[in-house]
């Protein structure tokens, strides 16, 4: 691990580039089960984002997993280390100003409050941390099950994939999680509706003109 490092004061701060963009930086932090339907309300959102002005940037495992984390595994120390650097690009997202949005099944809870600490203690400069919006996209197993479009659960139930989450593995559900979207069978808009009517109540997003 590197010692001799130190952090290089900011030409601009980060409540700067909020002003210049005008908009504010954070983290919606999508987890839930395989096809639960997180990609998909990911997707909507980032477009209704965009499509209101706002820049947003979607992690997911299409260019998570093959590029920066192409080097990690299953195991459970390398789904902590894929989450912890997923945590750290969101936050780097973040504090650019932009609306990170991941969407990964994120399983364990230790995991996701160490992406939660990551963005909520300021960065030395700063003086406060960054929004961390958990939202926990809730189906019951068995709907997941059913909907199962890529043959995970499938292949799980077979023993050909050890240790999937629902199946052999354990999905521990958010305890307080900032929204809940029970995901049975609503369309993808009321879903992303729920995220977005809470951003507003918290002023994370700019007036609409
Ligand atoms: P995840 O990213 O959580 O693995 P996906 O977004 O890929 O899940 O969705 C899994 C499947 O469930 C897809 O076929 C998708 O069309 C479907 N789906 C997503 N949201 C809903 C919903 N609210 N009701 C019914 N089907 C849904």
Not at 4 to 29: D, F, M
Not at 103 to 132: M, W
Not at 153 to 165: D, L, M, P, S, V
Request: net charge neutral; hydrophobic share 35%.
């Amino acid at each position: 691990m590197a010692t001799n490092i130190t952090y290089h004061a900011a030409a601009v701060t980060r409540s700067e580039r909020c002003a210049l963009r005008k908009q504010r930086g954070l983290t919606i932090w999508l987890t839930g089960l395989s096809a639960s339907g997180k990609s998909t309300i990911a997707v909507e959102l980032e477009h209704q984002l965009l499509q209101r002005g706002v820049g947003a940037y979607r992690l997911d495992g299409d260019n998570i997993r093959f590029g920066l984390n192409k080097d990690l595994g299953f195991s459970e120390k390398d789904r902590n280390e894929n989450i912890r650097r997923i945590a750290e690009v969101a936050k780097l997202f973040a504090d650019s100003a932009t609306v990170a949005i991941t969407s990964f099944i994120s399983p364990y809870r230790a995991d996701r409050d160490t992406a939660r600490q990551l963005h909520e203690v300021a960065t030395p400069g700063e003086d406060s941390g960054l929004p961390f919006v958990e939202v926990y996209v809730d189906v019951p197993v068995e709907v997941a099950e059913k909907r199962d479009p890529k043959g995970l659960y499938k292949k799980a139930r077979e023993g050909i994939i050890k240790e999937f989450t629902g199946i052999s593995a354990p999905y521990e559900a958010p305890l307080k999680p900032e929204v809940h979207v029970v995901n049975n069978d609503i369309p993808v808009q009321d879903a992303v509706k729920q995220i977005i009517t809470y951003l507003e109540e918290k002023e994370y997003l700019p007036k609409q003109q």
